[in-house]
């Protein structure tokens, strides 16, 4: 089960598809715009009705643009509060035809609830490293460090946020279930002393596993998007093929204020650094044309980043474990919540030059940053080598040892 912007989905098709081939029934739980990801695998689909796109284009949306951080985060959760109620029901409905639930982070507090009510076994599987730590500041806060104390206060700040977003929906969803009120609030503490299994979808070569998290707290390794025997678009591919390695360019589901604007500041940024490019329309809607561009729409990242000579992304875990496993440099172009982490840690690992967030992105910083990522060898040889090391991970075993285990 899990809810947001194709990031947050993503990862899961690849986890359903191993534990499918292993001999497991899964399905995979999420808004509907995303059954095609599972076209063709063993993975079967249930609909939430939540359309994320139609929600960051509305006007409610759009408004996130003029926020700064803290009181995106605010807005966000009010944003989220709204819409949960309406995938209460069919999230019941999943799970009463289910024997485990796999909750990512973005819907756990109410997969939870459902599981208690329901008397299901669940384990948490989050893409992002979310219990508190005093190594580093809660990711969805950015990157900066509050200090050993302050972090890990921030991250139960945090962590009670969540449940926030939750909270108008659960007393419902107990009534309906015949369990007890309970505040969010509570229920998390409770939850907090279970000291159940979490495994985490991300590498210990990107993120080391926190040296005061409490046993049970387990990074499995990247899940990685079930593609099938996906091919590039022959338009694509006579591009790639046309000259040398291009820049690739996208910023995911997340959107943006003034595409134009941007887009413009793209294409003029590749030119003064003498490289191609391929321009992701995604949901921020980036255009560009010549010959030395070429605009598309989806394309598997795993195919499409190793012909690359770097890749300008948002980061966002999905699009940061992408560039990672194909071994190429990447210049991070953060805008909101856990994307400053992902950056951060891309840089500290030496496979992008700097962080450059949208709002300080111009031609002549974009150009500056690819300059040194794709002319700089250095990079290069970073990020081949961490790509190769990642590549021999396998995220699904843990995770399918923790389901025969806890499933029964």
Same mark, same amino acid.
């Given at each position: 089960?899990?809810?947001?912007?194709?990031?947050?989905?993503?990862?899961?098709?690849?986890?359903?598809?191993?534990l499918?081939r292993?001999?497991?029934?899964?399905?995979l739980?999420?808004?509907?715009?995303?059954?095609t990801?599972?076209?063709?695998s063993?993975?079967?689909?249930h609909?939430?009705p939540?359309?994320?796109?139609?929600?960051l284009?509305?006007?409610?949306?759009?408004?996130?643009?003029?926020?700064?951080?803290?009181?995106?985060?605010?807005?966000?959760?009010?944003?989220?509060?709204?819409l949960?109620?309406?995938?209460?029901?069919?999230l019941?409905?999943?799970?009463?035809?289910?024997?485990?639930?796999?909750?990512?982070?973005?819907?756990?507090p109410?997969?939870h609830?459902?599981?208690e009510?329901?008397?299901?076994?669940?384990?948490?599987?989050?893409?992002?490293?979310?219990?508190?730590?005093?190594?580093?500041?809660?990711?969805?806060?950015?990157?900066?460090?509050l200090?050993?104390?302050?972090?890990?206060?921030?991250?139960?700040?945090?962590?009670?946020?969540?449940e926030?977003?939750?909270?108008?929906?659960?007393?419902?969803?107990?009534?309906?279930?015949?369990?007890?009120?309970?505040?969010?609030a509570?229920?998390?503490?409770?939850?907090?002393?279970?000291?159940?299994?979490?495994?985490?979808?991300?590498?210990e070569?990107?993120?080391?596993?926190?040296?005061?998290?409490?046993a049970?707290?387990?990074?499995?390794?990247?899940?990685?998007p079930?593609?099938?025997?996906?091919?590039?678009?022959?338009?694509?591919?006579d591009?790639?093929?046309?000259?040398?390695?291009?820049?690739? %360019?996208? #910023? =995911?589901? @997340?959107?943006?204020?003034d *595409?134009? $604007?941007l887009?413009t +500041?793209?294409?003029? &940024?590749?030119?003064?650094?003498?490289l191609?490019?391929?321009?992701?329309?995604?949901?921020?809607g980036?255009e560009?044309?010549?010959?030395?561009?070429l605009?598309?729409?989806e394309?598997?990242?795993?195919?499409l980043f190793?012909?690359?000579a770097a890749?300008?992304?948002?980061?966002?875990?999905?699009?940061t474990?992408?560039?990672?496993?194909?071994?190429?440099?990447?210049?991070?172009v953060?805008i909101?919540?856990?994307e400053?982490f992902?950056?951060?840690?891309? %840089?500290a #690992? =030496?496979? @992008?030059?700097?962080a450059? *967030?949208? $709002?300080?992105?111009? +031609?002549?910083?974009? &150009?500056?940053?690819?300059l040194?990522?794709?002319r700089?060898p250095?990079?290069?040889?970073r990020?081949?080598?961490?790509?190769?090391?990642?590549?021999?991970?396998?995220?699904?075993?843990?995770?399918?040892?923790?389901?025969?285990?806890?499933g029964g």
């Open positions: 089960m899990t809810a947001g912007s194709r990031g947050d989905v993503a990862p899961y098709t690849g986890l359903g598809d191993g499918a292993a001999g497991h029934e899964v399905t739980v999420t808004h509907a715009r995303f059954e990801l599972v076209a063709g063993e993975v079967r689909f609909p939430l939540v359309d994320p796109q139609a929600e284009e509305s006007s409610r949306g759009r408004g996130l643009h003029r926020s700064a951080t803290g009181v995106k985060l605010v807005r966000v959760v009010a944003m989220a509060r709204a949960v109620g309406r995938m209460t029901d069919d019941v409905a999943a799970a009463r035809s289910s024997d485990l639930l796999l909750l990512s982070g973005s819907v756990g109410l997969g609830t459902i599981a009510g329901l008397h299901l076994p669940y384990l948490d599987v989050p893409l992002q490293p979310l219990a508190p730590t005093r190594e580093f500041g809660p990711p969805m806060l950015g990157v900066r460090s200090g050993a104390v302050g972090n890990r206060i921030a991250g139960h700040g945090v962590g009670l946020a969540v926030q977003v939750f909270a108008g929906a659960l007393p419902a969803v107990r009534q309906r279930l015949g369990l007890p009120r309970m505040s969010a509570a229920a998390w503490r409770a939850r907090e002393r279970q000291t159940r299994p979490v495994l985490h979808g991300f590498s070569l990107v993120v080391p596993r926190p040296d005061d998290w409490r049970g707290l387990t990074v499995a390794g990247y899940w990685w079930y593609d099938g025997e996906a091919q590039l678009p022959s338009e694509l591919r591009f790639l093929d046309a000259g040398p390695p291009p820049v690739y %360019v996208g #910023l =995911g589901s @997340a959107t943006v204020p *595409p134009e $604007r887009s +500041a793209v294409v003029r &940024a590749l030119r003064r650094a003498g191609r490019g391929v321009i992701q329309r995604g949901w921020a980036l560009a044309s010549g010959a030395d561009m605009t598309i729409d394309a598997p990242h795993a195919a190793p012909r690359t890749v300008v992304h948002h980061a966002g875990a999905g699009t474990a992408a560039g990672l496993r194909a071994g190429v440099p990447s210049v991070p953060p909101q919540f856990d400053g992902w950056s951060a840690r891309l %840089v #690992l =030496g496979v @992008a030059p700097r450059l *967030p949208l $709002r300080r992105l111009t +031609a002549d910083t974009l &150009a500056s940053a690819l040194r990522a794709t700089d250095a990079f290069a040889r990020a081949a080598k961490l790509g190769a090391r990642i590549r021999d991970e396998d995220g699904v075993a843990p995770v399918l040892a923790a389901v025969d285990t806890v």
